[in-house]
Nanobody, 125 residues
Framework: QVHLVESGGGSVEAGGSLRLSCVAS????????MAWFRQAPGKEREGVAA????????RYAGSVEGRFTIALDKAANTMYLRMNNLQPEDTAMYYC??????????????????WGQGTQVTVSS
């Protein structure tokens, strides 16, 4: 079984930065593609950033390219999402997710079979 716990959300002004963390089982990052998704009230859930099992491959949504960075700290069993130059459009609940048994799942929101509880990010203009 896989257990994912997100943290690091908060409220910031436009242009600010946050770093989200997702702590998971130690084996998860070796075996499973991981990703960050987000969902704003009244909108569809969307992929934000993805990383392959082992961390060799990364992919970002066009709306966050150049501003967000996904990374793994294998020793700490933690996946991070560094978010710079946040904009009001980034306001959403952010979820950590894992696609078990898949080396690479990208930003396919149907691929994950494990989800964290979510952490709220609010950006004021």
């Amino acid at each position: 079984q896989v257990h994912l716990v997100e943290s690091g959300g908060g409220s910031v002004e436009a242009g600010g930065s946050l770093r989200l963390s997702c702590v998971a089982s130690g084996w998860t990052y070796r075996r499973d593609s991981m990703a960050w998704f987000r969902q704003a009230p009244g909108k569809e859930r969307e992929g934000v950033a993805a990383i392959s099992a082992g961390g060799a491959l990364k992919r970002y949504a066009g709306s966050v390219e150049g501003r967000f960075t996904i990374a793994l700290d294998k020793a700490a069993n933690t996946m991070y999402l560094r978010m710079n130059n946040l904009q009001p459009e980034d306001t959403a609940m952010y979820y950590c997710a894992a696609a078990s048994g898949k080396v690479w799942a990208g930003l396919d929101l149907q691929a994950p079979n494990y989800w964290g509880q979510g952490t709220q990010v609010t950006v004021s203009s």
